[in-house]
């Protein structure tokens, strides 16, 4: 069962618009959550978190937002650059039980920002 | 700081063969993981360790096995290689403050094929 979504495989935006990318989980007692992205060949790198305390958390072009009751995050980029064309990962850890260092992971969504 | 490093980039391996890949941070993380890339999959976790000499299963274990001799370290083997770990690799490290849980870091990645 998977319990982080990313029911979006892909995503094509103009650069200048905003890309919006959004993730839903199904584990009520995820309580803290991050974007990843990765380049090809690369390794994924952090971009934003967010804890289940906030419904909004914001740095530079990149803002998210939690919707606790839907079980929905989502990711803004504005304005979207070519260079933010990459595979973006949500990802979910619980912070109860002390297991909070174990990340679950979408399956990720390619985005590419045309120019 | 090189951060985390991954040793080999690429690796060709045929079925029955057995490999160990390393997986290096100067970080003074706690904790290290395992994870495996494949297609539409999004990261899956392997292994993890929570400290030096400590190890524990993920999501998909099986046919691996893992090391953490040194603190620093974090070894990923397959006794017997089958096609159907043909996959890229990950390994990521991460620390704790009293209870805040940090992102993780990920390496650049190993690229493996079992023919």
């Known amino acids: 069962d998977q319990q982080v979504k990313q029911n979006s495989p892909s995503l094509s935006v103009q650069e200048g618009r905003i890309s919006i990318l959004n993730c839903d989980y199904t584990?009520?007692?995820?309580?803290?959550f991050l974007w990843y992205k990765k380049y090809p060949a690369e390794g994924p790198t952090f971009l934003i978190s967010?804890?289940?305390?906030?419904d909004k958390n914001e740095d530079g072009r990149f803002t998210v937002f939690l919707n606790k009751s839907a079980k929905h995050l989502s990711l803004h980029i504005v304005p979207s650059q070519p260079g933010d064309s990459a595979v973006y990962f949500c990802?979910?850890?619980?912070?109860?039980?002390?297991?909070?260092?174990?990340?679950?992971f979408g399956k990720g969504t390619l985005l590419t920002v045309n120019p | 700081n090189a951060g985390v490093t991954q040793t080999p980039k690429f690796r060709v391996l045929k079925t029955g063969q057995s490999m160990t890949l390393l997986c290096a941070q100067d970080?003074?993380?706690?904790?290290m993981y395992w994870y495996r890339q494949d297609p539409g999959m999004g990261l899956r976790l392997i292994h993890y360790?929570?400290?030096?000499?400590?190890?524990a299963k993920g999501e998909v274990p099986d046919g691996y096995n893992v090391s953490r001799l040194k603190k620093q370290n974090f070894l990923l083997g397959l006794e017997s290689a089958a096609p159907s770990q043909t996959s890229v690799y990950f390994c990521?490290?991460?620390?704790?403050?009293?209870?805040?849980?940090?992102?993780?870091?990920f390496g650049p990645g190993t690229r493996l094929t079992v023919l």
């Open positions: 967010i804890s289940s305390i906030k």
């Open positions: 970080m003074n993380h706690e904790y």
């Open positions: 584990n009520s007692m995820f309580d803290y």
């Open positions: 360790s929570v400290g030096e000499g400590t190890t």
């Open positions: 990521a490290s991460s620390y704790r403050q009293g209870w805040a849980y940090n992102e993780q870091f």
């Open positions: 990802a979910a850890s619980l912070n109860s039980g002390g297991s909070n260092y174990k990340l679950t």
